[in-house]
C-alpha cells in the first residue's frame, strides 16, 4: 500500500485489558520489540464503549512508560455496535468511481445516517455468482465512537494514525503470517473478556464476519450467580480454579457448562455461514484472544466441529529474542496478542 514504511505500534484497548505490540520489519520478516499489556478495571469499557476514559488513560501511560514509548504513531481498532461491516455486490466500476459514488451505494446498507459515520471500504474482486458485478466490504463506524478511541490515545500522548476493526487486524496476522496454510475456508474467532468476533474467510479473504455476544465475562457472572461471589473473585475462581469457600467440583462443572455454551454460540455461527454460502463448510478454526486460553475449551470446540480447532500465536512466525524476552512466557500469552500484532503490521495511509 501506499503511506511510509513507519512502523506504528499496535494498541488494543479491550474490555479486560490494553494491549500493545511494537514489531521490527526486516528482511527475513517480523521481529518483535515490545509486547505488553495492562488491566483495566472491570467498568472501563463496557460494550466496547469507553466509559471511564481516565483509566484507560492510566494504563495507555502505564504501557508507554514501561516501553519507552513517547508521542508515537499508533494503531487502534475498533468493534462491537457502533460498527457495522457489510459485504456488498456492486456494479463493476474503478476504484475512482467507487469513490465517487460509494456514499449513496452505502446508504442503503448501513443503520445510521451516513454524516454519523466514517465510511471505509475494499474491492474483493469480480462476484462469482455475476460477471457484471464486482464484491465490496464495506466498513461504517459511528464517528463518535472513534472520536472516543482517538481521543484518549491523544490523551495519552500517542498519535493514532490507522484506525482498524479487531477482526481485520486478527485477519492480517493471519494472511501475513499464516497464509500458506492449505485450507481453503478457515474461521478466525477472537474470544475477549467483552464477546467473541468470528470472521470467516475464503481463499484468504473475508466473505462473513458476526459477533457472537458471548466471552470471558459471561463465565464470571455465571459464577457470581451461582456462588455469590464479586466479579473479582469470580475471575480468580475462573483462572485458578479454586476459591476459598466453593466447592471446587462445582466450579469445575459450572465452567465446563459454560464451555459448552460457548462453543455451541461458535457452532451456530458456523452453521449460519453454512446455510448462508451455499454449504461451504469451515475447514479450519484458528482462536485467538484471552478466552482461548480456557482448559478444553479447542478439544470442546474440535468436538462439536469435528474439525481441527488451533490457537493464533501471532508470534509464532516472529524472529523472538531470547535474550529479550522469556520466550514460554510469550507463548503462554501470546493469544491475547492477536489484535494488537495485526495493528502492529499496519502501515501510515493503510486501508483496511
Ligand atoms: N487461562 C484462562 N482461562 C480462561 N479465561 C482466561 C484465561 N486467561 C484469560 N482469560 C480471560 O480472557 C479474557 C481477556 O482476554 P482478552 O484480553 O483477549 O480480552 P479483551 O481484549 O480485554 O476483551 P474484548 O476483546 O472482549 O474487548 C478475560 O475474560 C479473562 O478472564
Ligand atoms: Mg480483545
Not at 22 to 37: H, N, P, W
Not at 198 to 203: A, G, H, Q, R, Y
Not at 249 to 265: G, N, R, W
Request: glycine share 6%.
Amino acid at each position: 500500500m501506499f503511506g511510509s514504511k513507519k512502523e506504528i505500534i499496535g494498541i488494543d484497548i479491550g474490555a479486560s485489558a490494553v494491549k500493545l505490540v511494537q514489531l521490527k520489519e526486516t528482511k527475513a520478516g517480523y521481529q518483535l520489540k515490545s509486547m505488553d499489556r495492562e488491566p483495566l478495571p472491570p467498568e472501563a469499557v463496557v460494550d466496547s464503549s469507553i466509559m471511564d476514559s481516565t483509566s484507560v488513560v492510566q494504563a495507555i501511560h502505564a504501557l508507554s512508560e514501561r516501553n519507552r514509548i513517547k508521542s508515537a504513531d499508533v494503531a487502534i481498532s475498533v468493534s462491537g455496535h457502533s460498527v457495522i461491516i457489510r459485504k456488498i455486490s456492486l456494479p463493476s466500476m474503478t476504484e475512482d468511481e467507487l469513490d465517487n459514488s460509494i456514499q449513496w451505494e452505502a446508504e442503503q446498507y448501513i443503520p445510521f445516517e451516513m454524516s454519523e459515520v466514517f465510511l471505509d471500504y475494499h474491492i474483493i474482486g469480480p462476484d462469482p455468482n455475476d460477471e457484471n458485478l464486482m464484491e465490496v466490504v464495506l466498513v461504517a463506524a459511528k464517528r463518535d465512537f472513534v472520536n472516543e478511541y482517538v481521543g484518549v490515545l491523544k490523551e495519552s500522548g500517542l498519535n493514532p494514525v490507522v484506525v482498524d476493526v479487531d477482526c481485520f487486524a486478527i485477519e492480517n496476522v493471519y494472511s501475513l503470517l499464516y497464509g500458506d496454510d492449505d485450507v481453503d475456508v478457515v474461521a478466525l474467532i477472537d474470544i475477549g473478556a467483552g464477546g467473541a468476533q468470528v470472521n470467516i474467510l475464503k481463499n484468504n479473504v473475508s466473505v462473513f464476519t458476526r459477533e457472537v455476544q458471548m466471552g470471558g465475562n459471561h463465565f464470571n457472572e455465571e459464577i457470581q450467580k451461582r456462588f455469590g461471589l464479586s466479579s473479582e473473585d469470580a475471575e480468580t475462581l475462573k483462572l485458578q480454579g479454586a476459591f476459598e469457600g466453593v466447592d471446587a467440583t462445582q466450579a469445575a462443572a459450572l465452567i465446563k457448562q459454560v464451555t459448552d455454551a460457548l462453543c455451541q454460540e461458535i457452532r451456530r455461527s458456523l452453521d449460519f455461514f453454512s446455510s448462508a454460502f451455499a454449504d461451504e463448510q469451515v475447514q479450519k478454526l484458528y482462536v485467538s484472544g484471552g478466552v482461548a486460553l480456557t482448559e478444553n475449551l479447542l478439544k470442546s470446540l474440535e468436538d462439536r466441529l469435528g474439525i481441527p480447532v488451533a490457537v493464533l500465536d501471532p508470534f509464532s512466525h516472529m524472529a523472538v529474542s531470547e535474550s529479550d524476552f522469556d520466550l514460554d512466557y510469550v507463548k503462554s500469552v501470546a493469544p491475547f496478542f492477536a489484535v494488537a500484532a495485526g495493528l502492529a503490521t499496519r502501515k501510515v495511509g493503510d486501508k483496511l
